[in-house]
């Protein structure tokens, strides 16, 4: 009954060891926030028009959509992205540097 309990200690000790092994291979990842560009800010933005955009922004470099229901699209500018859903603004993202 002794070797029992001796095994399951040893047991458990092993799963123990396993997962602080793995903890301490854990990384950080940062990830540098950018701010929204001046021309354009995400509170600014969000439930605007795409007529509105456009006369505010300019003809956006690309489009891209409308897909799925409900339709979304994306207008690319030089330094975001700005997302639709059908002709409201949902988001401007800022596009990586680097």
């Known amino acids: 009954m002794f070797s029992r309990n001796r095994n399951g200690v040893a047991q458990i ?13 854990a990384k950080t990842l940062e990830i540098p926030v950018g701010s929204q560009g001046a ?6 933005a969000r439930g605007m028009k795409k007529n509105d955009i456009s006369t505010r922004l300019g003809e956006p470099l ?3 959509g ?4 409900p339709a ?3 207008w690319e500018y030089n330094d975001f992205y700005v997302f639709f859903e059908r002709d409201t603004v949902l988001h401007t993202v800022k596009k990586p540097r680097g």
Do not use: D, H, N, Y
């Open 39 to 44: 021309e354009l800010s995400f509170g600014e």
């Open 66 to 69: 409308p897909v799925g229901e």
């Open 62 to 64: 690309s489009i891209m």
């Open 13 to 25: 000790a092993g799963t123990v060891a396993l997962l602080l092994a793995f903890g301490a291979q």
């Open 72 to 74: 979304i699209t994306r």
